[in-house]
């Protein structure tokens, strides 16, 4: 297990390639639990779910497609993020929830749900779906709250690397539209000059400057 978790640390430590890292966790994650599949889900831009982003899956099982996943629909998930902590779901045949009905598509008997927590706040989902009902014992529980961080803490720190680097481009950008108001006061190319350098800092269809004259 020391082996697996120094593994899936030294994947999740590549934020320059967030989806590679990602997609390493759910296979490093699947084989330590030896389940039927692991799957990385991250918040909807909406807020409204998770979305699945990463998949691993056993040689014998079938790729399929994740529809995104509704915390509205599922009482089972509603309840975890409200605990902040991982939990074994039973795909019983009379279970309801959006989350069971998807997972008993998929041939599960139990599901693990990990929470990805970041200053107090779900971020995205860890599931580890089993075939054999009863699967998951309270150790495995803490060893998946262990990983749902490291993961979780990528997923964070390759956000705020974004930003970073988003916030240097736009200064740059800023300078380069400032630099165009010291080189020239011809108006027919700072005008223009300053729209061109305004598209790399706001995106935009059109624009236009006017110019009040005096009668």
Do not use: W
Not at 15 to 33: N, P, V
Not at 117 to 122: F, G, L
């Amino acid at each position: 297990q020391l082996a697996t978790l120094n593994s899936i640390a030294h994947s999740m430590a590549a934020i320059h390639d967030l989806d590679a890292s990602l997609q390493a966790a759910a296979s490093e994650t699947r084989r330590l639990f030896g389940v039927q599949s692991c799957v990385v889900a991250t918040t909807c831009d909406d807020g409204s779910g998770f979305e699945a982003v990463a998949e691993s899956i056993a040689e014998s099982a079938q790729a399929l497609t994740y529809p995104p996943i509704r915390i509205e629909a599922d009482e089972d998930l509603r309840q975890i993020l409200d605990t902040k902590r991982p939990a074994a779901v039973e795909i019983l045949p009379e279970a309801s929830g959006a989350l069971c009905d998807l997972m008993r598509a998929r041939g599960a008997g139990s599901l693990l749900i990990a929470p990805l927590m970041v200053r107090s706040e779900a971020i995205g989902l860890l599931l580890l779906l089993s075939i054999e009902p009863a699967r998951f014992a309270s150790a495995e529980l803490d060893l998946a709250a262990t990983i749902a961080g490291q993961i979780a803490s990528a997923i964070d720190n390759a956000h705020l690397f974004t930003e970073v680097h988003r916030s240097r481009e736009l200064a740059e950008e800023l300078d380069a539209v400032a630099q165009a108001l010291n080189e020239t006061l011809d108006l027919d190319v700072l005008l223009p000059a300053i729209l061109d350098q305004l598209r790399h800092v706001i995106e935009y269809d059109s624009a236009g400057i006017h110019i009040l004259e005096n009668d």
